[in-house]
Structures are given as C-alpha cells and as structure tokens.
C-alpha cells in the first residue's frame, strides 16, 4: 500500500510555541517524528514531502496516509480519533519513541523488497531532522519560513527515487542540493559562519573502541582530558593515543587540557597550579605528540588569576564554563575576551555546552542557536560528550555538515579560537564571583577529611617551597643552576598526591620533605658557617623575601641559645624552650649558644600571662571567664575591642528553647550550641612566651548534651604581633550533610560593623563582602584606625554570619583531624607577608664551628617594594649549558625567580643578589623572553602591574 501523504503531529498550535521543555522520552519521540517520513522508501512512495498538523485539531481521515504521533501527543488528540482513522485506512504510530522501531512501522505496509544503503538512509533522515531545525531557527530569529518548498520536494524526490533504485550516487548529489536548499534559507537571516563544536569528554577507560569510533570519521573534533588521562591512554591504548597524536597533526582533531588530574586548582598555591599546568603540557607532548593549546577541565577549576597564567603558558583560548557544580560569573558568549586581574586577556567561551547524547538538547538547539546569532560576533553552539554516542541526533548534524553548513560547520576549538574573528566582548571578573563546589561535593561522596586534606595541600607546598629555596641557594653559592633529579622526583610525588591519599603516603612525602630539607640545611650551612673554631651555635635561614621575626622550638637538652634581650629572645622554662630571633629577608642570622645546666626562668615584670589575661608590649588578650575564648584583644588603656573568638557547633537549623529568666521563661532562639569553659591554666608567663590553656565543653542548650569537649591553647610572645590559637576537639557529634550550615567552627567578631573585609586569592589581597569566603592564607579586618588579620593556616572555608561575625570552618562531616591552628596578626601592613610567615618555618641548623666569616647575619636576595613577594627559586630554561669565550661550554650560573604583586598596586621592584648579575629577563611559563630587564650594578629592575605573576630568569 503506497502513501500519499506524510503527516507529523504537534504538541502545539504552531512551530512558533513548539515545546522546548519536554522529558527524554517525550523529546525524542518527537524529533525521531519528524525524521522517519523522511525515509527515502516514503518519499519515494508519497512524493511528497512531509507536513505537520497541531494535534488538537488533526485532519480527517484519509486512505493511504501516514501519521506519526509522539508520545507527548497524546493528551492533545481528540477521543477515539486515532483508533478511527486508523480503522480508515490510516497508519498511525503512537507510544513509540525510538526511531528504530517508528521507521519499521512505517515502511512495514509498504512491503518494500527494494534495499536502501542504510548510510543513504540515515542521511535522509539527517535532511528531516535538519529541515525541522531550520525551520524553528527561522521563528526565533523572527523571520518568516523561506524555505523554496517546491524546488526541495522535487530534489528530495529525485533523491529518494535515486537511493530506492540503488543509485547512491546520484542520491548524494540531490541530498546535497536539498542541503543547500536549507543553508540558503539559513542565510536569509544569518548569512555568516556559526559554529558548531563538538567537545568529547574522554576518561582512560573509554580509550579503546569507544574513542575509535568517535575518531573514525575524522570530523572536527575537541578532546578534552587530563595530562593523566593521556598518559594512561597511550599506556591502555596505543593504537587509540597515535590515532588521537595523527589527528591533531592533520588538524581535524584538537587537544583540550591544561590539567593534570583535577585537582582543586582555585584552593592551591600559584606554585602549585604552575607545576600541575607543566607537567600536564609535557604529558600531552610526551604521549599525544602536542601540548594543549585550548584550556578546559571536567571538574570546576575556574579562578580570577587565570587568564594571566594561561596567557604566560601559551594557551590561545579557554572555556571559561563549569561541566560541574559551583558558582561563576556565568554570562554567556561564543567567545570574549576573558581579562585577568591584572588586565591580561585570553580569548574563552562560555556558552553553557549541550548534551549531545540528549534529544531534549536538540529542541533547546533552536533557542540557543538563536542566542548567539543575536547576542555573540560569531555565533557558535558547544556540545558536551562522552565518546559513545548512544542516539542519532548528533549524528544527524554531523551528516548534514558533510553536504552543507546549514545549521553550522564543526570545528575544533583551536580553529575557532586561533581563526574566527577576534572577540570584541571583555568579561573582567573579581575572585568573590568563583566559589568551589569541592565542600558539597565532598560531603555528599562521603569523602574523609574534606578540609585538612587541602590544607594540607597547601602547607605541603610551602615546605616543599622551603626545601627548593634552600637546595636552590646551595646550588648557586657552587656555581651552578637550582634543582636536581631527586627533588623534581619528590616535587612529583608531592604534587600527584590525590587528594584521597591514604595516610601513610601524605606522612610518606611530609616525612621525605622534612628530612631532605634538614639534609639540605646542613649542607648550606657548611657553606656559610665555615670559620675555624668550636663555638655551637644556631644558623636560622629564611626562605620568605621579608624580615621576620621566628619562633623555634629546640631540644631542652641540647645547647641554650644566647639571649641578648633585644633580637635573639629565649624561653627556656618548663615544657618550653623556644628561641625567638630576627632573620633577614630570604636570608639567615646565626645564634651562639651554650652547653651546660638550664638557668632558672628570668622573672618577667608584668608577665605575660597571668589569671586570663595574656599581653606584650603591644596589645592585650583577655579570656572569657564563662567560655573560655577570647573575650577581646585591644591594645593597651582604653582602647576599643578589635576582635573577640570562641568555638561552637552550628546547628542545620535555627532551634527554640525556653530559658528561665527570674521568675518568668524567655525563648531563646540561635543555630548555635554554647561553649562553656570547666578549666584553665596558665602555662608560660614569661620572659618571652605568655600561654594559657583553657578546657571546657560545647554544649546543645535545648538538650543539655555535650556536642563536644575542647582544649583551646592561647599564646603571645614578647615582640611579636601575633595571636596563636591552638584547637583540639573531641566531637560527641558529628555535623550533618550540609556542610556549609553544619559545623564545628572557631567564631570570630569585631567591633565595628563599618570594617572592611579582604582576602588572599593566590596570593593578592582583594576586597569582599560575600557570605562565602574561600581562602587558605588570610581574611583582614580593617577599619580607620585598626587591621585585623586572621590566618587560617590552610583551612580553607570561612563563612560570614553576621555584618560583624565570621565563622573559620574546622570540622565538617567525614573530618578527622582533630588539632587546629589558627594566628591573628595584629596591624600589619601586609596580610600576605603574616599569612607566610605563619605557615612557612624557617630552617634551623645546629652548628659546632662558629659564627659565619661575614658576620652574623646575611642575605641571599633583596626584593623591594614589600607589596612584592618572592614565591620560588627555580632553574633557569634550557639550555643548561652555555659556550664560553674559549669554545668549552660550562654550566649556567643563575636562577630563576617567581615574583608576585599581592596588594593589587602596581610596583617597580628592585632584585638585588649575592652575586653581581650579567643579564636579567622576565620569561612567560613556557622561557620565552617577554622583556630584556635593564641591569643597574648590582640590581635589577622590573616594573609590575597589579597582581601580577613573575618570572624572572637572572644569570651571574
């Protein structure tokens, strides 16, 4: 029985309210509605082409007509009208929504012996699928359909006769005319390129046919991995990683990455994320043949210094888009140019991706096609995957694109960026627009210690950093460039520590750090303590480019250092012996010391701990006689409280209880428990360390119950403008799932509602008045007369309750560590230099042959101003060899610096060194010249922007 009519059924009155939010089911039963009377055998047999109705009004019956309905239909169609045009003479399909099953009960009356290519067929139904499309596009860019109908329905014949006949190729020839057909009507009212990007999301175990098939038809293709992934791709499947390394050769393929395992980049150090950025490159050249070029990530990874970053690693686009949780400045473009805080750009997209593998995608197609033809100055649409496709619909674009560009050609994301026209849109964006998901997303997995785990990440590094400056200053005081072998393997090892590490390997690498950093000590100090003599003594080398002021800890039963009262401090009482001594920037002080029986304890007038009150030269700290925290610290006299602390649990929700006043009973209402002090005790006062040791409980007021016990060490020394807070918990209860409304926390309030909050960012300071705060250096409290700055040391998530209360989350759920450490620094002009100084220890040598022949003191580097800080000593690019006058080459005498501006104000700094240098550049992260810096005798200048990220390559 032939047809002589193709009949599709809406769920709307016109195309113009055609629904673009159906389910899964209900949007593929609806697109494969329109594709399947396509079929060449159904053309061929109607001649004509097919032709929808609104499903509330449908047409008559009619003998030999096929009508297709889709599911979401169904609550449209008139009672019985489906069962009685179907005892007409109709064929009707309903309840179906694969098109498999659609296109066999449609050609099954025709009882049709003739074979069409199933890959000429599947480019029919590709034109239905395509011929929808436009059509909706044509609506919602407000233009009227002009499609030449007659011209399509006799090409469209023709074409179907062709393919019915066996006559592929003349089939292509007028499939490709009908293509055309629609790009003119395309044109109509867009007549330049759009884009359409395929982005496949590959994960190791997808590597092998998956991949294969994805690669096979060698269309513009985005793959987006990590630098593990391609390593473990090329070692799973060698065949997949040459064909993947052949493809990005010929250009059809691109290289999506930048990132060498997902790990939190936003909560990491800028050390940190430039290793993970190298080592991701050089896996990408090591085992696909070419490094990335277009920067993106699976798990959210977006931050406010990045585009610098990528500018200096050579990347040449970005997708400034999350395909996770989290929050980001999400307005959407093609392509823009996504400006860093300190004013660099690298062009990004940020369109929001489509799921290819989704047909409710392919009704959004229209709208969001539509969206940037309007809003963006080069249209474009992304499409997110996996590299198995499971239905037709991105298949039907890709076979549309091999006849004609009509909703728009593919290409990968290094073409589009690298050859469309150059953005004209600047997206310039604040650190306090990008919060991390990893605290939810830790939670809800489950995971074990979602906070320590990236703070230990953090202080890991810093000590990692220790070791590199102290190996560093050792290579170049022989002649020679920083790093070797062993320490680039056990900077590795660190940095790919994941982030569900077990135990033993975290106390594995902690372990190898600390040793090779005292091995590495010791073999500077050779250098520099090497005059003749038998006095012991005490070398402290500072790894941070600003004076400090250092508190050590050392073996009562070892040598005592010497106090002189004034820089070299000593507490030698009880269970404290500590030496307090200043150190030059990047630079070392040596400490004489003496054997023999440990003096009584000098008294201290007044001392510095004493009842509840701790106090120095500079300020005071009073303790709550009720909770045990911090009641106020304030300087001296009458002076205002800066800032008060205790520790609580937050309940999920707001609880009521009723409280006996007098006579009478008062609600009560809070989210918080109550902190009760049972003891307290002082443990130092004096002469240089004042402590106090306060015990107690956190108890549910409505309940009674004990939520958990607490320990809380509160210390001060003499000179230093410092708090230090020491926190052991020992939870009855554990918080909730909500980690941001559930937790243990230590609670912070000021005076003054008016102060100004700011916060480190990788390393700059920045300005904030959100409730979420997400920093593992410093958060500053500053009003007109005063600067408050709390140091986390590492705990990365702060929440602002109130215009003048800020909670420092210590434990969530899944949280074991049980020991917190927390400063605040009092008035420094400098947050980051605190938030260093607090979390980097210095080096501390015992010595047996006396004092330095210089002096002692020293320095190694000098950088100036103070809003510029030195962050790592690394080797200089290759080559590491270099010729001589003679002919013979010799060993390159220098290093590499990595500067950053921290206080957002541009700086020119002054670099100064031990040795004379013989030529500076600034060099991107790829050591490449950006800049010949000019060499004044023993300095070099380098002027700074804003936040800005250095490196500096000097040769001696």
Known sequence: MPYDDLLTLIPSHSLEDFPSDLGETEAASLLNAFAVPWHPVLLASARVLPRWHRADDPPDATQSRLIVVPTHCEGWLPSGWAERVADEGCVVIRHLSDRHEMLAQALAPLESTNQVHPDVAADFLALGFCHLQVELLTRKMRNFSSIDEAHLRREAVTAAEAAVAGDNDTARTHLKECFDILLGARERFYPVDCFLLDLCLLIPKLGGAELQQALAEKQPLSLLLSGIDARDLARDFPESARHVATGVAEGWLGLVGGDLDEAPLPLLGLNSIVWQMEEAQRLFQQHLGAAARVWGRRRYGLFAQQPQLLKKAGFIGALHVVLDDGFYPDQEYSKFRWQGIEYSSVEALSRIPLAADAATSYLRLPSRMAESMDHDHTAGVIFARWPDLQTPYFGDLQRMARYAPVLGKFATLDHFFEQTTSATTTGAYKPREYLTPFLFQAVAREEVNPLSRLAGMTLRRRRLDRLLWVSGIDALLRGRSPGNEALFALEAQSESLPEDASSADLTAVDTAIE????????????????????????????????????????????????????????????????????????????????????????????????????????????????????????????????????????????????????????????HYGEMRMTSSSVTASGPTLGEIVTRGEIVDQKSGGILSGFLQTVRVWRGRPVVELIVELSPQREPDLEPWHSYFASRFAWHDETAALSYAAQQGIHATAEERIETTDCIEIATSDTRTTLLPCGLPFHRKTGPRMLDTILLAKGETQRRFRMVVAIDQDYPMQAALDATVPAVVVPTTSGQPRGGHSGWFFQVEPRNVQVTGLFPVGPPEVEPTAGGAPRRVHGCRLRLVETEGRPARARICGLWPPRSARQVDLQHQTMITLPVDGEGIWLDLTAYEVADVEILF
């Open 515 to 670: 040793a090779r950093s005292q091995v590495a000590g010791e073999t500077l100090a050779r250098k520099i303590v090497s005059a003749p003599g038998d006095a012991p003594g005490f070398l402290l080398i500072n790894t941070l480019g600003f004076p400090r002021r250092v508190v050590v800890d050392l073996d009562r039963h070892g040598p005592r250092p010497v106090s002189d009262g004034g820089q070299v401090r000593v507490q030698w009482t009880g269970e404290h012996t500590q030496l307090i001594a200043d150190i030059p920037g990047t630079g070392f002080t040596w400490i004489p010391a003496t054997a023999g029986d440990t003096p009584a304890e000098s008294p201290t007038v007044p001392p510095l701990a004493e009842g509840l009150l701790l106090q120095n030269e500079l300020f005071e700290v009073h303790l709550n006689s009720q909770t045990g925290g911090i009641a106020r610290i304030k300087g001296h006299g009458r002076s205002p409280n800066r800032l008060s602390q205790q520790l609580n649990f937050r309940f999920a929700r707001e609880r009521t209880w009723e409280q006996k006043s007098g006579d009478s009973q008062e609600t009560q209402r809070s």
